[in-house]
């Protein structure tokens, strides 16, 4: 099984606000006081274990610019024969606020490209109300093209999102998602509802649920974490969250029906963020390796 990891972690923001415009960062865990400043994510290491022993298929580098913000990102996949590029993110803001009005991210191999392109808007307060994303691809010498419109709205304890995805070309047609989902009091997606819409009728299509530590989770201080966040995907694995989550699943009844469960566990610094995660998907070992740096 291969995971859409990439496209997640790099334009899934790369998919939170823990600041607002030019304001102080009002961050859940504030209690939490590092050693050191070695707190800002920097490295992504993803293994597999394919039963041969662990092997590193990704390694995701980000970059931050002189205010602290996340700029950029860069990954690599092993192909087996080495490491080469396989996908990387821009980010832009308007002059010096923190929350980030467009994303770019690109990925590709040798048999396709992707390309997303994303804007996003915010209320006074900083929440994110809307994500216009556009996507072209190169599949197997096949291009398509799409757009999506998400809106947010929300209520103590709720995230509300209705969205719209045009199939512009090669075959037109439309999907609209509406998701309800429940926070925790620390700001961390416990459950969805999601529904598929056709006219009048709401088809039930994904139900997920997710449990997590008290730890704070390795974008706690990137400022962009709710610009990243989305509505939890079966293919999204370790969804960016304020904490780390420990369990997660997802009872998929739409286009086919199939529960995905998995079991995280994780080795914290001294700083009291993980630098390991091991993940069992449906069986299979997966691990993270965090790696973090000073600005």
């Known amino acids: 099984m291969k995971f859409k990891l990439l496209p997640v972690i790099l334009i899934a923001a790369i998919s939170i606000v823990l600041f607002s415009c030019k ?28 039963g041969t022993g662990l092997d590193t298929l990704y390694i995701i580098t980000y970059s931050y610019d002189n205010l602290h913000r996340l700029s950029g990102g860069a990954a690599v996949v092993n192909n087996g024969a080495g490491y080469v590029p396989y996908g990387s993110l821009e980010v832009y803001y308007n002059g010096n606020d923190t929350l980030p009005v467009q994303m770019i991210s690109y990925s590709g191999s040798t048999t396709y490209t992707d390309t997303v392109i ?26 398509s093209l799409k757009n999506t419109a998400v809106n947010y709205s929300y209520a103590p304890g709720k995230i509300y999102g209705y969205s719209i ?45 997710f449990t997590f530590d008290d730890h704070p989770g390795p974008y706690m201080k ?4 709710r610009t990243l966040r989305q509505f939890p995907e079966a293919s999204n694995i370790l969804n960016i969250s304020f904490n780390n989550p420990v369990t997660e699943n997802y009872n998929k009844l739409l286009p086919t029906p199939e529960n995905i469960n998995s079991t995280i566990t994780y080795q914290y610094n001294a700083n009291d963020f993980p630098y390991v995660a091991d993940m069992i998907y449906n069986g299979t070992l997966y691990r993270y390796v965090y790696a973090y740096t000073s600005l």
């Open 118 to 143: 994303s804007f996003h808007t915010y209320d006074a307060a900083g929440n994110k109300i809307k994500d216009s994303i556009i996507k072209s691809s190169l599949h197997q010498a096949v291009y």
């Open 222 to 225: 990137v400022n962009a974490l």
């Open 165 to 209: 995805e045009n199939d512009l070309f090669p075959v037109p047609a439309q999907l609209i998602i509406k998701d309800t989902a429940s926070l925790d009091a620390n700001n961390n997606i416990i459950d969805d509802i999601r529904y598929n819409v056709t006219g009048t009728t709401e088809d039930l299509s994904l139900i997920s649920n």
């Open 23 to 50: 304001k102080e960062a009002k961050v859940n865990n504030s209690n939490i006081v590092p050693v050191n400043d070695s707190i800002y994510l920097h490295k992504i290491y993803t293994l597999y274990d394919s």
